[in-house]
């Protein structure tokens, strides 16, 4: 049986990856606005990222017997005025997800539950993870500057990226 503090910071974390869904699928839509398709895809392959890791959270919440309170979601900003600024927005969002993580790995430490805190460390690598693809992206981006044929051959490179459904935990 999962204790009481552990079970609510793991509803909280499976609406913060619920979150993070709503916010990557509100920027897919701004690129398909632009018509950049291989973004379009890189946000839609996050997008089902976010989703499997709710899913993993809710999975792990009832195997330990616990909870699910499922709260609302907030409305993302969508407020971008170029590619770049979208993927600011990006890793500035993964930064804090992992900050949330490791504050449940915390958690996990505190009230000594051993079985979460292994659960976890699924979490914490797919952060690094996360934050490293992000980082290539924008550091891209910032070269590319104004240079359109370079933003579409990013494009291009983008639209290689598949889901691969995570084995979580
Ligand atoms: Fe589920 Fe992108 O963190």
Redesign the pocket.
Known sequence: MINERMNAALNEQVNA?LY?AYLYLSMQAYFQKMNLKGFVNWMNV?VQ??MA?ARGLYDYIQERGGEIVLEAIAKPDLKWNSPLQVFEDVLKH?QL?TSKINNLADIADETKDRAAGLFLQWYIK??VE?EASVSDVLDTLKLIKSDSNALLALDRELQARVFNPPVIG
Do not use: D, I, Y
Request: hydrophobic content about 10%.
């Open positions: 990856e993070s996050q990222e976010e890791h993964e997800v797919e952060q996360e």
